[in-house]
C-alpha cells in the first residue's frame, strides 16, 4: 500500500482531500438513499469502506513512520508486525463506521416483529368478553416465545347467533358486507347451532366445505348465593342434588333467580337440569308440577326486584346494581358468570367493569358469593369451531390449528382458569331428548303474558325505511310476526299514540282493549283485529307524546302476579311534550309490577336517560332496532314475553 | 345548530394499490352480475369497509373516475363492522395470497404496517400530480421514503352547538369553552327542562374514545409521543397527558356533574345503530 501511494505522484497528502471528498459524497447519498437496495448500492458501500481502510492505514502508518524516525528499535518490528495488525485493524474499524454510518440515520428503524398472522374470531354475544381475554393470552404467550413478537394476531367480534348461523350457512357470501370479516373460528354459545350450519352446507359444493368442532372448556351450572345467606343456613357441610337443594332454599326463604329460557342456552341448560333432577325423582306428571312450582318461585323473584327478562349478564348487572337488596337472592348461573360477577367483571354496557373508580369490584366486595355445586349438575360446553374454507392458506389454517392446540397444553388451561373456565370434562351434557323434555314442560309451566303495544303513529313514521317502504309498513309487517307467537293462554292489547280522532294531537288511542288471545275482538281473532284496525290507520300526526303514553299505558296494564305483564313501545321519535310534570312521572316510575319495554327506530334513541332510566328500573329493556332486521328482534323480545314457546 | 370548529380528527383514509392481479373479486365477496367486466376491460377490485356516507359519496367517485376511464371499471368489496373488524379482513386477505383485490382502502394508522409489510407496492411519484392534496393527509400516505398510497376521503371532526343557548360568536372552541358554556348555561334559571348535559361525545370503546382522548390531551398542550420520529418515547403516565387523560376520566364518569350526557360512553359514530340523542345538550361532537 505504502509503496503504491509513494511511487505515484499522488502522495498521501495529495490523496486524502480528494479521497475523503469523494467519501463524504458516497456516504451522503448511502445516508440519504437507505439500506443497500441495490448491487450498485452495496458495491458503492463496499468501494467506500475500501477507501476508508486506505485512508485510515495511510494515516497510522505516518504515524508509525513518524515514531519510527525517533526511536529507530521500533522500525524493524513495526514493519514485521505492527502493519499488518495495523491493515486489518483499518479495515475493520472502517467498515463499521461506514456501514453504521450507513445505516443508523435517515432510514426507517427496522420493524421490530413481522406482521402476526391474522385470525379472525366470530364468538356468540355471551361469550366475546372471555373470548377476548383468551385470545389476548394467546397472543401474548407467542409474544413470549419469539422476543416478544406475538405470531398471531386476532381479532373477536360477535353477532347475534341467528345471523352467525344463517351467514354461515351460506358460505358467509352476504356477510363480508352485513357483519364484517370472514371468520376462521368460531364459539358459538349453543352445540346445536354447528350442526345446523353443517347440515345446510353438507354437500353443497360451498366456500365453507366443513366445519370441525371441538369442545375446549366447561363450565358447570351452580346455585350463587350470597355469603351471608349461607351463613344463615346449614347447607355448606353437604352434598345436595338440585332437588334437595331448591327445596332448602326454599325453606330458607332464598328468592331464585334464573336466566330466561327463551334468551339464554344457559337458562335452557338451567331448566334442564332442574327438572331432570325431578324427573329422576318422580314421574312425568310430576315433573310438570315441580316446574310450575320453581317457575313460580322464579317469576316472583324476577319482579320483585325486577330482573331482566334476559340471559345471565343483564341478569347479574341488575343484581350488582341491587347490592345488599338482593342479599337473599340465589341465581341460577354457571360457575363461570359467577366468578365473573365475583371479580367484578363487565356485565354488559349497563355494568362496566370499571368506569374509574373500579365500580365493578366494589360493588361485587359488597356480594361476595358462595357458589354451591349440585351433585347431578351439569356442564355447559364451550366449543370452538374451526371453519374450512375452500381457499384458506396453509399458514392461516396452522394458526388456527395451533391456538387449538395451545388450549389444551397447561398454558391454556391456565388461561382458561384465568376466564372461569374448566378443561373438559369427562361428564356429558344433557342429551337433545332430555333439553326438549325440559322445553315442553317450561313452556306448560311458563306464566303467560299481559301486554298492551303502544305504536307511534306520528307523521315521521311515513318516512321511507330503506326501500320502497315506509318505517310504519316494516313495523306492521314485524308486529304480524311477532303476532303470531301469542298462545290462548296470553292477553293482549293495542294502542297507537297521539290521538288526533278529538281533535287534540296529544295522549293515545285504544285500538284494541287488552283481553285474551283467543277472545275474538269485533267478531276478529284479537291478532288479526289488531292488524286490521292499523293497516287503516294513516300515520300523520306532527307530535309524539311519548312520556305521556308511557306513563298512561303503565298505569292501564292492571299488574297480575301469575303474568309477566308488560308494555311494549314502539316508535321512531323523541318525546315532543316536554312536559316537566309528565316527566317528573315517568322517572318515578319502576314499582308497578309492569316492564316497560321500548322498541326504537329511526330517531328514537335508546341513549336518553328517560328511556333508558324507564326501561332498566322496571326490569324492561330498550332496543335499538335496525329495519330491517326489526321483525326478528321483535320475535326475540315478545319470545320472552308471551307463552307460545319463542323464537326457535 | 351550527359548526364553529374544525379539528381533524381522522386525518384521512387512504387507499393503496396493493396487488397486481386484479380482475376476480375475492371468494365470499359478493358482486352483482351486472358489474362483471366486459370483454378487454380492465377491472379494479378495491377493499374498503361499507360506505356509510350520504349518498355514498364514494361510489360517486367511483363512477366519476370509471366515466373518465372508459377501458376501466372498477367495484367494491365492502366489509361491514367497524375500523377493526376492516383491518382484520384486510390483512387477513393479505395474508392468504389470494390476490384478486388491487387497492386497499386503509385508514391512515395502517399504511405503513401494510408497507412494511409487503402488502402494498409504492406509487411512482414522477407519474403523478399531486397538487391538489392537502398536505397532512398526504404526509400519511408516506413511510419509509416512499409514497405507498393517495388520500382517497378526509374527515373532519366538527363540533355543532345549539345557536339558541350560545351565541356564534361566543362558541366554544376548546374543553375549557364548553366546559365554562356548560356551567353557565345551566346556571342560568330559565335552562330548557330538556337539557341534560353540556357536551355529548363519542366515548365508547373504540376509535371515538381514542380521538376524544387526543383532543382532550391536546387541549391540556399533552403529547403521547415525542422525541425523534427514530427515537420515539411514549408517556401517558405523567405531565400533561396524565392530567388530560385524569380529566377524561373524570368527565366519563360524570365527576362534573351536566357537563358530559351519561349515555356519551355508550356512544358510537355507527349511524343507525345507537344515534345521539338530539337537543339534549348545548353543544355535541
Known amino acids: 500500500v505504502f509503496a503504491g501511494i509513494d511511487d ?17 459524497f458516497v456516504a451522503m447519498w448511502l445516508v440519504l438513499a437507505g439500506a443497500p437496495e441495490s448491487a450498485l448500492q452495496w458495491i458503492a458501500l463496499v468501494g467506500v469502506w475500501l477507501v476508508a481502510a486506505i485512508l485510515v492505514t495511510v494515516a497510522l502508518g505516518g504515524l508509525l513512520e513518524l515514531a519510527g524516525s525517533r526511536w ?56 366475546l368478553a372471555y373470548v377476548r381475554d383468551l385470545v389476548d393470552a394467546y397472543q401474548q404467550w407467542t409474544a413470549d416465545r419469539h422476543e416478544g413478537c406475538p405470531t398471531v394476531s386476532g381479532y373477536v367480534y360477535a353477532v347475534p347467533a341467528d345471523t352467525a348461523v344463517s351467514h354461515l350457512q351460506s358460505s358467509w357470501e352476504a356477510g363480508l358486507r352485513d357483519v364484517g370479516p370472514r371468520p376462521d373460528l368460531w364459539l358459538p354459545d349453543d352445540t346445536s347451532h354447528v350442526e345446523l350450519v353443517r347440515r345446510e352446507i353438507e354437500g353443497a359444493g360451498r366456500d365453507l ?46 328468592d331464585l333467580a334464573r ?32 316446574a310450575r312450582e320453581v317457575e313460580s318461585r322464579i317469576a316472583a323473584t324476577l319482579v320483585r326486584h325486577n330482573y331482566p327478562l334476559a340471559d345471565t349478564d343483564p341478569l347479574l348487572c341488575r343484581h350488582r346494581q341491587l347490592g345488599p337488596d338482593a342479599t337473599d337472592t340465589a341465581l341460577i348461573v354457571t360457575e363461570q358468570a359467577a366468578y365473573r360477577f365475583a371479580r367484578g367483571d363487565e356485565l354488559g354496557v349497563a ?43 396453509e399458514r392461516q389454517a396452522r394458526a388456527a390449528s395451533d391456538l387449538l392446540g395451545w388450549l389444551s397444553t397447561d398454558a391454556g388451561h391456565a388461561a382458561l382458569a384465568a376466564v372461569g373456565l374448566r378443561p373438559p370434562a369427562e361428564e356429558q351434557p344433557p342429551q337433545p331428548e332430555a333439553v326438549a323434555r325440559a322445553r315442553e314442560a317450561y313452556q306448560a309451566a311458563q306464566q303467560p303474558g299481559r301486554v298492551l303495544l303502544a305504536l307511534d303513529t306520528s307523521g315521521s ?23 303470531h307467537l301469542l298462545s290462548d293462554r296470553d292477553e293482549f292489547g293495542l294502542w297507537v299514540f297521539p290521538e288526533r280522532a278529538a281533535g287534540s294531537e296529544e295522549g293515545r288511542r285504544e285500538l284494541v282493549p287488552i283481553g285474551a288471545a283467543d277472545v275474538p275482538y269485533r267478531g276478529m281473532p284479537r291478532a288479526e283485529a289488531a292488524l286490521a284496525a292499523l293497516a287503516a290507520l294513516e300515520p300523520d300526526a306532527p307530535t309524539t307524546p311519548l312520556h305521556r303514553t308511557i306513563v298512561d299505558a303503565v298505569a292501564a296494564v292492571s299488574p297480575d302476579p301469575e303474568r309477566v305483564t308488560a308494555l311494549v313501545v314502539l316508535t321512531d321519535g323523541e318525546d315532543t311534550e316536554r312536559d316537566p310534570a309528565i316527566d317528573a312521572s315517568l322517572a318515578g316510575l319502576g314499582d308497578e309490577g309492569v316492564r316497560v319495554y321500548v322498541v326504537a327506530i329511526g330517531e328514537a334513541s335508546c341513549l336518553t336517560e328517560a328511556l333508558a332510566g324507564v326501561t332498566s328500573r322496571t326490569g324492561g329493556g330498550c332496543v335499538q332496532a335496525v329495519v330491517d332486521t326489526l321483525d326478528s328482534q321483535l320475535v326475540e323480545l315478545f319470545g320472552v314475553l308471551w307463552s307460545g314457546g319463542g323464537p326457535s | ?132 392534496f392537502l398536505e397532512q393527509p398526504l404526509q400519511t400516505c408516506r413511510y419509509d421514503g416512499k409514497l405507498w398510497a393517495l388520500p382517497f376521503n378526509t374527515d373532519a371532526g366538527l363540533l355543532y352547538h345549539r345557536s339558541d343557548l350560545v351565541p356564534e360568536e361566543l362558541a ?95 356512544v358510537r359514530r355507527s349511524g343507525h345503530h345507537q344515534r345521539l340523542p338530539g337537543g339534549q345538550g348545548p353543544v355535541h361532537a
Not at chain 1, 211 to 236: E, Y
Request: charged share 20%.
Open chain 1, 209 to 254: 366445505r366443513d366445519l370441525d368442532d371441538q369442545v375446549v372448556a366447561v363450565s358447570p351450572l351452580v346455585l350463587a348465593v350470597t355469603t351471608t345467606a349461607v351463613a344463615n343456613g346449614d347447607v355448606r357441610d353437604r352434598d345436595h342434588t338440585w332437588v334437595e337443594l331448591l327445596d332448602l332454599a326454599g325453606d330458607l326463604g332464598w
Open chain 2, 172 to 266: 366554544p372552541t376548546d374543553w375549557g369553552g364548553i366546559e365554562l358554556w356548560t356551567a353557565r348555561v345551566f346556571a342560568s334559571p330559565d335552562h330548557p327542562a330538556e337539557l341534560e348535559a353540556g357536551y355529548a361525545g363519542q366515548l365508547a370503546d373504540y376509535e371515538g374514545l381514542t380521538v376524544n382522548s387526543f383532543e382532550m390531551i391536546w387541549f391540556e398542550h399533552g403529547e403521547v409521543v415525542t422525541g425523534d420520529w427514530r427515537d420515539p418515547r411514549i408517556e401517558v403516565d405523567s405531565g400533561a397527558v396524565a392530567d388530560a387523560l385524569r380529566r377524561l376520566a373524570r368527565v366519563a364518569t360524570h365527576e362534573t356533574p351536566q357537563l358530559i350526557l351519561p349515555a356519551a360512553s355508550r
Open chain 1, 461 to 483: 313514521m311515513r318516512r321511507p325505511a330503506g326501500g320502497e317502504h315506509s318505517r310504519y309498513d316494516v313495523a306492521l309487517r314485524a308486529l304480524e310476526v311477532a303476532l
Open chain 2, 1 to 132: 345548530l351550527r359548526v364553529t370548529r374544525r379539528s381533524l380528527l381522522k386525518a384521512a383514509a387512504a387507499a393503496a394499490g396493493a396487488s397486481a392481479t386484479g380482475s376476480s373479486a375475492s371468494s365470499g365477496c359478493s358482486r352483482e352480475q351486472a358489474d362483471r367486466p366486459r370483454e378487454g376491460l380492465v377491472e379494479l377490485a378495491i377493499m374498503s369497509g361499507v360506505d356509510q356516507s350520504p349518498g355514498r359519496q364514494r361510489d360517486v367517485l367511483r363512477r366519476r373516475w370509471a366515466r373518465q376511464h372508459p377501458g376501466a371499471q372498477a367495484h367494491f368489496v365492502e366489509i361491514g363492522g367497524v375500523a377493526d373488524a376492516h383491518r382484520s379482513q384486510m390483512v387477513a386477505h393479505a395474508q392468504s395470497g389470494l390476490g384478486g383485490v388491487d387497492i386497499y382502502n386503509l385508514d391512515v394508522t395502517w399504511t405503513a404496517e401494510f408497507a412494511q409489510a409487503g402488502y402494498l407496492r409504492p406509487l411512482d411519484v414522477a407519474q403523478l400530480d399531486l397538487s391538489g
Open chain 1, 259 to 290: 336466566p330466561v329460557p327463551a334468551a339464554s342456552v344457559v337458562g335452557e341448560l338451567a331448566t334442564t337440569a332442574m327438572y331432570g333432577a325431578a324427573g329422576r325423582a318422580g314421574s312425568g306428571a310430576d315433573v310438570v308440577a315441580f
Open chain 1, 351 to 393: 355494568c362496566p367493569a370499571s368506569a374509574g373508580l373500579d365500580s365493578g369490584a366494589e360493588a361485587a366486595a359488597s356480594l361476595p358469593m358462595e357458589l354451591l355445586h349440585p351433585t347431578d349438575t351439569v356442564t355447559v360446553e364451550h366449543p370452538v369451531v374451526t371453519l374450512i374454507w375452500a381457499d384458506r392458506s
Open chain 1, 8 to 24: 505515484a505522484k499522488l502522495g498521501p497528502r495529495q490523496a486524502v482531500p480528494v479521497l475523503c471528498g469523494w467519501l463524504t
Open chain 1, 72 to 127: 529507530p528499535r521500533l522500525r524493524r518490528r513495526h514493519r514485521v508486525v505492527a502493519l499488518p495488525a495495523l491493515v486489518v485493524g483499518a479495515v475493520l474499524g472502517s467498515g463499521g463506521v461506514v456501514v453504521g454510518l450507513s445505516t443508523s440515520p435517515g432510514e426507517a428503524p427496522e420493524a421490530v416483529c413481522d406482521l402476526p398472522i391474522e385470525l379472525r374470531v366470530l364468538a356468540a354475544p355471551s361469550r
